[in-house]
């Protein structure tokens, strides 16, 4: 079984057909998607168009929950832009989507952890900044989940940690933002380094899972544009470095 993981998409529509494309060329035979789907600066209407026929096991991330709020004083810049471009029926399958999933017995999907689809999984933020979490760490946020293979979202670092008792917790990075800041819990920032579009192919093998991180090539320029008209610099640098 080769699964290919997407997370985070963010509304960028080029980036998630590039994915899309090397996943079918690989021979995923599951696409699976982690969540954070529509919230930024390019076309949160248009990939909800793309994706809802496909049927992809699915599951919401924080910005979906965020942007089902009907408070729209309290919205980030993201939701806000997300919400005013989402149709009613987009809107009602968002809220059907579960907060977690089981794809088969032994895998299961989350957005953070098992328990919250906002803490970090295989990161620690602490006052210095981000840094990767150590194996006790991600053992306590891991608890007693029953499943070999937790696959998870919301840092947008493609990261993976195999704990003693052979589970595997894989990251794929996120396929439409590749960098971002937060002030919470203290000041941090996301940055994989280069624009390009992230996933990961995870294939079950004889001796266990086994993770290939993509990078994949899209016009990131033309999205940094999109971007910087729909008045977001933020995105715009990180669209196009995958920096803050």
């Given at each position: ?47 909800a168009d793309r994706l ?193």
């Amino acid at each position: 079984m080769k699964i290919a993981a997407l997370s985070d998409i963010h509304g960028n529509l080029a980036a998630l057909d590039a994915v899309l494309d090397d996943a079918h060329r690989q021979g995923a035979d599951v696409i699976v998607n982690l969540g954070d789907i529509f919230s930024g600066a390019l076309y949160p209407c248009q990939t909800a168009d793309r994706l809802k026929p496909l049927g992809l096991p699915t599951i919401r991330g924080n910005h979906e929950r965020q942007l089902l709020s009907n408070d729209l004083s309290r919205m980030g810049l993201s939701d806000r832009f997300a919400r005013g471009s989402l149709r009613d029926d987009q809107l009602a399958w968002i809220r059907d989507l579960p907060a977690t999933l089981k794809v088969v017995e032994d895998v299961l999907l989350v957005h953070g952890t098992p328990e919250s689809d906002l803490s970090y999984f295989l990161d620690t933020v602490t006052e210095h900044g981000c840094r990767v979490a150590t194996v006790d760490e991600v053992e306590s946020r891991a608890g007693n989940t029953n499943a070999t293979l937790i696959l998870c979202g919301h840092t947008h670092l493609q990261r993976s940690m195999r704990l003693d008792d052979g589970r595997l917790i894989v990251n794929p990075g996120s396929v439409g933002l590749q960098a971002y800041e937060d002030s919470l819990p203290f000041p941090h920032r996301m940055e994989m380094g280069s624009p390009h579009a992230r996933y990961a192919l995870v294939t079950r093998t004889a001796p266990g899972w086994d993770v290939d991180f993509r990078a994949v090539e899209y016009d990131w320029h033309e999205a940094a544009n999109v971007a910087a008209l729909n008045g977001r610099p933020d995105w715009e640098t990180a669209l196009r470095t995958g920096y803050c």
